[in-house]
């Protein structure tokens, strides 16, 4: 792996990046099926403990993590801080959707609930991080 990123020496294996995007797809998937505002809290919950670095307590992590034992995938690493700028981004777009849900804006809702899908999908089918682009765009900018 070349190191790429100036601000963090840290590695994430995007094979649990990619397999909690594919989850991440059919609850977002879920929550326009049946706006359900249960299912953009849990995600909401999700984020945040990986945002605060407690990824024991992520189910989708937890699940991710069972996946690709059981498949015997093997890991996968890239920089760990374009991943995690994604995931910021991510819990933003989250934390707007759930407001967007409480005060029953239902555009908003579903712009931002389709922007988290195109980006959930982009990263499980051709593991393209939006956010990780973004994040190398803004480092070349300011380097």
């Given at each position: 792996?070349?190191?790429?990123?100036?601000?963090?020496?840290?590695?994430?294996?995007?094979?649990?990046?990619?397999?909690?995007?594919?989850?991440?797809?059919?609850?977002?998937?879920?929550?326009?099926?049946?706006?359900?505002?249960?299912?953009?809290?849990?995600?909401?919950?999700?984020?945040?403990?990986?945002?605060?670095?407690?990824?024991?307590?992520?189910?989708?992590?937890?699940?991710?993590v069972q996946i690709i034992k059981s498949i015997k995938l093997?890991?996968?690493?890239?920089?760990?801080?374009?991943?995690?700028?994604?995931?910021?981004?991510?819990?933003?777009?989250?934390?707007?959707?759930?407001?967007?849900?409480?005060?029953?804006?239902?555009?908003?809702?579903?712009?931002?609930?389709?922007?988290?899908?195109?980006?959930?999908?982009?990263?499980?089918?051709?593991?393209?991080?939006?956010?990780?682009?973004?994040?190398?765009?803004?480092?070349?900018?300011?380097?």
């Open positions: 792996m070349t190191r790429t990123c100036p601000i963090s020496l840290k590695s994430i294996d995007t094979q649990i990046v990619r397999i909690n995007s594919v989850q991440m797809f059919f609850i977002l998937t879920a929550f326009l099926f049946t706006n359900e505002s249960v299912f953009i809290n849990f995600l909401l919950f999700d984020f945040t403990m990986r945002l605060f670095k407690l990824h024991k307590y992520s189910p989708l992590t937890i699940l991710s093997k890991s996968k690493f890239s920089d760990e801080a374009p991943k995690r700028f994604a995931l910021i981004l991510g819990w933003i777009f989250l934390l707007t959707t759930s407001l967007a849900v409480a005060l029953d804006s239902q555009f908003f809702t579903l712009t931002f609930t389709l922007i988290l899908l195109i980006c959930t999908a982009l990263e499980a089918a051709f593991e393209f991080c939006i956010g990780c682009t973004i994040y190398q765009w803004g480092v070349k900018l300011f380097s």
